[in-house]
């Protein structure tokens, strides 16, 4: 029997003094996985008192994502745009790099693509 591991996973991360939000994407996204993490982001950013978050995407299990959930992840993007202050997308893809292109359009904070884990959290950091 085949396992298919596809989802997000969300957490809370260090570096130094500074606090961000953790994304690992994994496999294709359906819309089932938005409708479980949504509230869990939404919770997680409505705490924070003047948000201006800094968020570490790993992108490199990505897939990519069925129609109804990148439908999904352009709203939850809309909805948070003003609370993100920089986005660093750590992939392995050339889609990878379009889309957070395209993200920057959206998002009123820096967003940024990276093929170096490393060089994403310094970037975080500045």
Do not use: C
Request: charged content about 30%.
């Amino acid at each position: 029997m085949q396992v298919y591991k596809h989802g997000l996973s969300i957490g809370i991360n260090r570096i130094d003094n500074e606090f961000y939000l953790a994304l690992k994407a994994i496999g294709k996204l359906t819309h089932e996985d938005y409708e479980k993490i949504t509230p869990m982001i939404d919770n997680a950013l409505n705490g924070v008192k003047d948000a201006k978050v800094k968020v570490f995407i790993d992108a490199t299990q990505l897939e990519g994502w069925e129609l109804r959930a990148a439908w999904d992840d352009f709203k939850l993007g809309l909805k948070h745009n003003n609370e993100f202050e920089k986005i660093a997308i750590y992939g392995n893809k050339k889609w990878q790099e379009y889309i957070s292109k395209i993200a920057s359009w959206f998002i009123q904070g820096e967003v940024k693509f990276f093929e170096s884990e490393e060089e994403a959290i310094l970037w975080l950091k500045v």
